[in-house]
């Protein structure tokens, strides 16, 4: 049976600057499947749209900005993800480049940045449980996110298969 995940975007803002990354806390729909945590911006992708306007799109519309600058860091396959038991598929990309203020609130949630140290910091074995009450994220950000900001030109490919909510196991590798 071929795969047919529902394919989003996922994309992490950065301050270069600052060494901040732009996340959204899901805090605004109660029946939000992301409620609570923290997460890059995007979202599906749209009939007749490319992996990068859909990106770019979806920057515009959740945090007011045109992307001027962004570069693929890898692929995730989360078969099972959706609270359904639908598959999901993502590129995540990092926007470094950018016309315009981000808005520090849309319809998901409000925008803040957050230093990357403590974002990778959230997702380090010792820290990932004393951080959740802080910067709650998806259980299974901690294996890809320090892919995401790594300094290796390589994109990463990864899956990570889903059940009842968590994730059972995650493989990857770079190209």
Same mark, same amino acid.
């Given at each position: 049976m071929p795969? +047919?995940? !529902?394919?989003? +975007?996922?994309?992490? !803002?950065? *301050?270069?600057? +600052?060494?901040?990354?732009?996340?959204?806390?899901? *805090?605004?729909?109660?029946?939000?499947?992301?409620?609570?945590?923290? *997460?890059?911006?995007?979202?599906?992708?749209? +009939?007749?749209?490319?992996?990068?306007?859909?990106?770019?799109?979806? !920057?515009?519309?959740e945090a007011g900005i045109e992307v001027t600058s962004m570069r693929l860091r890898g692929t995730v396959s989360w078969p099972g993800f959706g609270p359904n038991g639908e598959d999901w598929m993502s590129p995540m990309f990092i926007i470094d480049g950018w016309t315009g203020d981000p808005l520090s609130t849309n319809v998901e949630g409000d925008l803040a940045w957050i230093s990357i140290s403590r974002v990778l910091q959230a997702c380090s074995d010792e820290q990932a449980e004393r951080d959740a009450a802080q910067l #709650?994220?998806?259980?299974?950000?901690?294996?890809?996110?320090?892919?995401?900001?790594?300094?290796? #030109?390589? !994109?990463?490919?990864?899956?990570m298969p889903y059940k009842n909510g968590r994730p059972e196991s995650w493989s990857f590798e770079r190209w």
């Open positions: 795969y +047919t995940p !529902i394919l989003g +975007t996922l994309g992490y !803002i950065v *301050n270069r600057e +600052t060494n901040e990354v732009l996340l959204v806390h899901r *805090n605004k729909r109660a029946n939000d499947e992301h409620l609570g945590k923290w *997460n890059g911006l995007g979202g599906k992708l749209e +009939t007749n749209e490319d992996l990068a306007s859909g990106m770019r799109r979806e !920057i515009r519309e #709650p994220m998806w259980e299974g950000d901690r294996y890809f996110l320090p892919l995401v900001f790594d300094t290796d #030109p390589r !994109i990463f490919h990864g899956v």
